[in-house]
């Protein structure tokens, strides 16, 4: 008997497992959401330089390439054939915003910078940071004080015998004894 009765859970568990969709019949993943149900966390991804109009603004032809690296930062990409281009590439997928890529190509003679080729839609600093915030503040914001007339219409507060203003004029509590303070500095100069 006890066999069979132990040989129940098991039997109930295996016939669950038809209840399991195969792996060819789940769905895929769609938009934002797994199975309908679950939206994953998706992996921030920040990959180059951050440039701006301010930024870009500062550098000027005939500055040295040490410069502009000073100015722009490192390029995200040289190439060893074209030593006289730097690609200054910036990527980022956040959760929550859209997509941004952007391309700034810096064109070198010899050591002076000859031209920078900016996007049109390169961002200024306040825009950048606003387009990829996410945060949303709340529309209301909390009441930090009542008005005078909230405050007359509350109850007043109950007095207890610990709370009466002739307890705090006679010193603390009975039962409560405090050392003095000097009692416990060391003294200076020993």
């Known amino acids: 008997?006890?066999?069979?009765?132990?040989?129940f859970p098991l039997l109930a568990?295996?016939?669950g497992c038809s209840y399991l969709p195969t792996w060819d019949s789940l769905p895929t993943v769609t938009g934002e959401k797994v199975l309908g149900l679950v939206t994953p966390y998706r992996v921030e991804v920040v990959?180059?330089?951050v440039l701006t109009k301010e930024m870009v603004?500062?550098?000027?032809?005939?500055?040295?390439?040490?410069q502009v690296r000073d100015l722009l930062g490192s390029p995200l990409l040289t190439d060893v054939f074209h030593e006289s281009r730097w690609d200054y590439v910036f990527t980022i997928n956040r959760q929550g915003t859209a997509p941004q890529k952007r391309l700034v190509v810096a064109l070198f003679e010899g050591d002076k910078l000859k031209s920078l080729t900016v996007p049109d839609d390169l961002p200024a600093?306040?825009?950048f940071v606003a387009a990829i915030n996410t945060f949303k503040p709340s529309k209301k914001e909390p009441k930090l004080e009542l008005t005078e007339a909230e405050r007359s219409a509350?109850?007043?507060?109950?007095?207890?015998a610990e709370t009466a203003p002739t307890a705090a004029a006679e010193g603390p509590a009975p039962g409560r004894v405090y050392p003095p303070l000097d009692a416990t500095l060391p003294k200076s100069g020993s």
Do not use: F, I, W
Not at 1 to 7: T, V
Not at 57 to 66: D, F, I, L, T
């Open 1 to 7: 008997m006890r066999p069979l009765l132990a040989s």
């Open 13 to 15: 568990l295996l016939g």
């Open 47 to 49: 990959q180059g330089n």
């Open 57 to 66: 603004a500062r550098v000027k032809p005939g500055m040295p390439k040490a």
């Open 125 to 127: 600093e306040n825009d």
């Open 154 to 160: 509350l109850p007043p507060p109950k007095r207890s």
